[in-house]
């Protein structure tokens, strides 16, 4: 590391440099190590020479996007190195698949071969940090890269074993009140000024774009099944205003930006079967004063929860329950995206005309097909670097974009079914902005903490384990975790939703995944692993969830431009999102497994060190789990399916039996956050 520092603070640096090969690559270093005088003139072209030939027999591209080309000889007399940072990634074979963006070039004596050992063991840590890279990619000077280098030495980069797991810092507060939320206050108001400065990115844009529509489609849906099954107590208006408003306050006061409130498939179950519970018990007229009273015991629960520090529990969770939670949330999007294809089948069935079905399934898989295609652009050889940016970034906007013309170029409002939000959301006149809580027998005012102990369960329990995923060590997020402040700004916010009838608002999984990969600043590999990639870093801001809101807030203004968009082009985002948040699920990785050939299992940190066996039965528990909480979810029975928080947090039992039956060191391995050091370094 000595020589490392030393030699950029003598000015051994070259930044975006514009190479297309290794000869380029050495050339210009070797150029400019005559030019300082450290390197003779007439052993430019033996040095060059030199190194391209070691590089036939063994190329230097070692991984993490870097290079160490090099070559020791008896001519050279004192020891050299130049780094170099590309203006473009070049694809020079590394093992991982990663271009190559950054080039150690080391030239020396043979008797300096040791001194070179250690010089690459110190980059090979270095190029493994990704804080390092993040900040080493965007440097401006040489004064920045010695900056990154001394902070990355501050940071102790040598990884942890990935058994123990440790307690995360946000869930290690006392069990004083209020410890929690000072602790997550402490631990992100340093951070909250360059929250909204690092918001201030055309990245950034284009998240806003993208997640209007991903959380205005599902708002207006939710809200319109809701308004049907409640006698439009509770429509779609309601829903956009609850999410407007909620999002907005939250994305100014909460500790974690990225995380979205939206309306949940099980939040919007609980509210139907509370209406019905009241149309049973005679009191259909004071449903939105009932719903206001549970609402009121359910934010009490849930601001006491945070009060307590209740989150703590979270550190009994593990991988296997987060999977199985990310995998059900998914599928719900993927599962209401094609319910939505198949009742519009249904309908022109019904009018004995296939063409608004077959409309809508263009609509949607085109709409589908383009964003996928256009979200993995960044790793095409077409077109500028930036262009590929730009149109991985838009992706699912253009998509929808082209989609809505092609909509309205096929067919007409007769043909299509377009986002509505019905007469009573279009003049919202229908009744007063308060619930009347005062008309409630006052038995029921009590009563109502039976149901609002199981609707705190719910939002207990998808709101931490959604700050869970967000806050996972493979986002590489920087400023800090918040799970007691959070909580208790959501528990204060369905308080005020319930003093309204508007529908409640959580942390929604797949959304706030969406968000969270909308900003992140990520890796393509060039080669194997089907063309996966890894994040280095992620815009963490308040803008872009500020401006979303702000937006879905704006549409009440025009309600008449949401008829030009038709569903089945969102079903198309439906569709995208959840798919989207399974790639990259370990769970949905080791489902692929049953049907492939073992002998091509890639691999990685658990398949290297845990039999088949094991694997395929710890993936069978999983699956099993899955398949219960779908079956809830659907399940015709109301009483099962309020009970579905009740199930989710069950999943903490039944991982704790595995370690009944499991190995400790195989579940350790299938349970870490993050591959282990040794896999990242395996070619040092």
């Given at each position: 590391m000595k020589l490392l520092f030393q030699s950029i603070a003598e000015g051994s640096c070259i930044l975006n440099l514009d190479a297309r090969d290794m000869r380029d690559i050495v050339e210009a270093a070797v150029g400019f190590l005559v030019q300082t005088g450290r390197l003779q003139e007439h052993l430019r072209d033996q040095v060059v020479e030199g190194i391209l030939e070691r590089e036939k027999s063994v190329p230097t591209a070692i991984g993490h996007a870097c290079a160490v080309p090099h070559l020791y000889d008896e001519a050279i007399s004192q020891p050299a190195m130049v780094f170099v940072r590309l203006h473009h990634g070049v694809n020079l074979g590394a093992p991982d698949g990663i271009a190559t963006r950054f080039v150690f070039l080391l030239i020396g004596s043979n008797e300096q071969t040791p001194q070179h050992l250690d010089t690459l063991s110190s980059i090979a840590r270095l190029m493994s940090d990704n804080v390092f890279h993040f900040e080493a990619t965007y440097a401006k000077t040489q004064q920045d890269v010695l900056n990154a280098i001394e902070r990355h030495v501050n940071r102790n980069v040598l990884a942890a074993p990935p058994k123990p797991q440790p307690v995360?810092?946000?869930?290690?507060?006392?069990?004083?009140?209020?410890?929690?939320?000072?602790?997550?206050?402490?631990?992100?108001?340093?951070?909250?000024?360059?929250?909204?400065?690092?918001?201030?990115?055309?990245?950034?844009?284009?998240?806003?774009?993208?997640?209007?529509?991903?959380?205005?489609?599902?708002?207006?849906?939710f809200g319109g099944i809701m308004g049907q099954a409640t006698g439009q107590a509770i429509g779609p208006s309601e829903m956009l205003i609850s999410t407007a408003v909620c999002g907005l306050v939250y994305a100014v006061l909460a500790g974690q930006p990225l995380i979205i409130l939206g309306g949940i498939g099980p939040l919007l179950i609980f509210t139907i079967i509370l209406y019905r519970l009241t149309l049973d018990m005679g009191y259909a007229n004071q449903f939105l004063g009932i719903y206001g009273w549970v609402g009121l015991w359910t934010a009490a629960l849930t601001f006491l929860l945070a009060?307590?520090?209740?989150?703590?529990?979270?550190?009994?969770?593990?991988?296997?329950?987060?999977?199985?939670?990310?995998?059900?949330?998914?599928?719900?999007?993927?599962?209401?995206?094609i319910q939505g294809l198949v009742i519009t089948f249904?309908?022109?069935?019904?009018?004995?005309?296939?063409?608004?079905?077959?409309?809508?399934?263009?609509?949607?898989?085109?709409?589908?097909?383009?964003?996928?295609?256009?979200?993995?652009?960044?790793?095409?050889?077409?077109?500028?670097?930036?262009?590929?940016?730009?149109?991985?970034?838009?992706?699912?906007?253009?998509?929808?974009?082209?989609?809505?013309?092609?909509?309205?170029?096929?067919?007409?409002?007769?043909?299509?079914?377009?986002?509505?939000?019905?007469?009573?959301?279009?003049?919202?006149?229908?009744?007063?902005?308060?619930?009347?809580?005062?008309?409630?027998?006052?038995w029921i005012k009590f009563a109502a903490i039976g149901p609002a102990a199981l609707a705190a369960v719910l939002i207990f329990l998808s709101q931490n384990i959604t700050t869970r995923l967000v806050n996972s060590p493979g986002n590489r997020l920087t400023k800090g975790e918040s799970y007691h402040l959070d909580l208790a700004v959501v528990g204060g916010l369905i308080g005020v939703c319930s003093l309204f009838g508007w529908p409640w608002m959580v942390a929604a999984t797949v959304r706030s995944l969406a968000h969270l990969r909308s900003l992140a600043i990520v890796e393509e590999k060039t080669s194997g692993n089907q063309g996966s990639n890894e994040i280095i870093h992620v815009l963490e801001n308040r803008i872009t969830a500020i401006a979303i809101h702000l937006l879905i807030g704006a549409t009440l203004l025009v309600l008449n431009l949401l008829n030009y968009v038709p569903m089945a082009a969102l079903y198309g985002i439906f569709l995208f999102m959840g798919f989207a948040s399974l790639r990259g699920v370990q769970f949905i990785d080791r489902l692929g497994y049953w049907l492939m050939d073992s002998s091509l299992y890639p691999i990685n940190h658990y398949t290297r060190r845990v039999p088949t066996r094991t694997i395929h039965l710890y993936t069978f528990v999983q699956f099993i789990c899955l398949i219960v909480l779908c079956v809830i979810n659907v399940s015709p029975y109301e009483p099962v399916r309020i009970l579905f928080p009740i199930f989710i947090a069950l999943l903490v039992p039944v991982r704790f039996l595995l370690g009944r039956f499991f190995d400790q060191d195989h579940l350790a391995f299938l349970e870490a956050d993050e591959e282990p050091e040794d896999e990242e370094l395996h070619w040092v």
């Open positions: 995360s810092e946000g869930l290690k507060t006392s069990r004083r009140p209020f410890a929690g939320i000072k602790a997550d206050i402490r631990r992100r108001a340093p951070h909250y000024l360059s929250d909204f400065r690092e918001g201030l990115r055309a990245k950034c844009l284009a998240s806003i774009v993208f997640m209007f529509f991903a959380c205005l489609a599902p708002a207006v849906t009060v307590t520090n209740a989150s703590n529990l979270m550190r009994y969770f593990t991988r296997f329950t987060d999977e199985i939670f990310s995998a059900l949330m998914s599928l719900i999007f993927i599962y209401k995206a249904q309908e022109g069935g019904d009018t004995g005309s296939a063409e608004k079905g077959l409309l809508a399934l263009v609509l949607a898989v085109g709409t589908f097909y383009i964003a996928m295609t256009l979200a993995g652009f960044r790793r095409s050889r077409y077109l500028s670097p930036w262009m590929r940016e730009f149109l991985a970034d838009f992706g699912p906007s253009i998509a929808l974009g082209c989609m809505i013309a092609v909509a309205w170029w096929l067919g007409d409002a007769s043909t299509l079914d377009t986002l509505q939000l019905g007469e009573q959301a279009a003049d919202g006149s229908s009744r007063s902005w308060f619930v009347d809580l005062a008309g409630v027998p006052h």
